[in-house]
C-alpha cells in the first residue's frame, strides 16, 4: 500500500496509465487493421471464386455481415479500456496534486478596500430617488 500510495504522490501512476492508453490504442489499431486486410482478402478470394461457380449467396452480404460486426465490437472494446485507462490516469493525477497551502502572506490586504462615507446630501437623494420600475 506504501509503494501504490507513493506512485500516486510522484504522479508516476497517472503516467503510466497514460502510456498504457496508447499501448492499447496502438493494440487496437493493428488489431483492427489486420483484421480488415482479413476481410478483404477473404472478399477478394470469395469474388474469385463466385466467378468460376454460381453463387447462391452474394459474396459482398454475406462475407461482411459476418466480419463487419467482429471489427466493430473489437473497435468499442479497444475505445472502452483506452477511455478507462485515461479516467484513470487523470483521477490518479488529482489525487497526487499537491495541496493548496493557505500561506499568511497571501491573505487580502484590508489596506486595498477604501470605505468612503455618504454625505447628507447623498443620503437623502438616494431615499427620495425610489425606482419606478420602468425603464
Known amino acids: 500500500m506504501n509503494i501504490l500510495a507513493e506512485l500516486i504522490k510522484k504522479r508516476k501512476l497517472g503516467k503510466m496509465c497514460r502510456i498504457g492508453t ?3 490504442a496502438a493494440i487496437g489499431v493493428i ?7 482479413y476481410l478483404w482478402q477473404l472478399y ?3 469474388l474469385a471464386q463466385s466467378i468460376q461457380e454460381p453463387a ?6 454475406t462475407i461482411f455481415l459476418n466480419y463487419i460486426p467482429t471489427i466493430l465490437s473489437s473497435t468499442a472494446l479497444y475505445l472502452f479500456y483506452c477511455i478507462v ?3 484513470a490516469s ?3 493525477d488529482a489525487l497526487g ?4 497551502e493557505n500561506k499568511p502572506d497571501s491573505e487580502p490586504d484590508d489596506e486595498a478596500i477604501v470605505y468612503t462615507p455618504l454625505t447628507r446630501e447623498e443620503i437623502l437623494q438616494s431615499k ?3 425606482p419606478t420600475g420602468r425603464v
Open 22 to 24: 496508447w499501448v492499447i
Open 31 to 37: 488489431h483492427i487493421v489486420s483484421q480488415s486486410y
Open 44 to 46: 477478394r478470394q470469395s
Open 56 to 61: 447462391i449467396y452474394g459474396p459482398l452480404s
Open 85 to 87: 485507462l485515461y479516467v
Open 90 to 92: 487523470v483521477v490518479f
Open 97 to 100: 496534486a499537491p495541496e493548496a
Open 128 to 130: 427620495n430617488h425610489r
